[in-house]
């Protein structure tokens, strides 16, 4: 979608985004939030933190975090599937620790799928360690989640 990153905006989400989060939501996973899951997201934003990544106004990625007292569960990355491998992903991920560390959190927490290899590798090179694994964790096809854990 974009090869130029310059012109890439990352920024807080609000209500106004609830409709392109969804329909990014829907198209990236096989087990997808409801839109009335992201509206209870967004009506609590002291606990609740997504950003999104824009190019020209349209959402190609967002992500956020669950804040709770001083740890930061990354609930959801997703990454527009024409937009993958740009980086964008990386940008995101970094936008959220910046933001998780400027809260004062102290360890970042997050689930990724045993076949997401992609993910697990992004991950992996930002410095976050595999300290688990949860069984039968995904409801679609009851796939493990491989839990992940970063010191910030």
């Known amino acids: 979608m974009t090869e130029d990153n310059s012109q890439l905006q990352y920024r807080r989400l609000t209500h106004a985004d609830l409709d392109a989060v969804h329909a990014l939501e829907l198209q990236c996973f096989t087990a997808p939030w ?3 899951a992201f509206v209870s997201e967004f009506n609590a ?3 609740a933190i997504y950003y999104g990544a824009l190019f020209n106004n349209t959402l190609l990625a967002y992500g956020g975090y669950w804040l709770v007292l001083d740890e930061a569960h990354i609930t959801n990355i997703a990454v527009h599937r024409q937009a993958r491998r740009q980086g ?3 940008g995101l991920m970094r936008i959220l620790e910046a933001d998780a560390a400027q809260r004062q959190v102290a360890l970042l927490t997050l689930e990724v799928r045993r076949s997401n290899l992609a993910a697990q590798s992004l991950y992996g090179g930002l410095g976050y360690k595999q300290v688990g694994i949860r069984k039968r964790y995904y409801p679609d096809n009851a796939e493990d989640a491989l839990i ?3 010191e910030l």
């Open 34 to 36: 409801s839109r009335e």
């Open 45 to 47: 934003p002291h606990r």
């Open 88 to 90: 964008i992903g990386l």
């Open 148 to 150: 992940f854990t970063k």
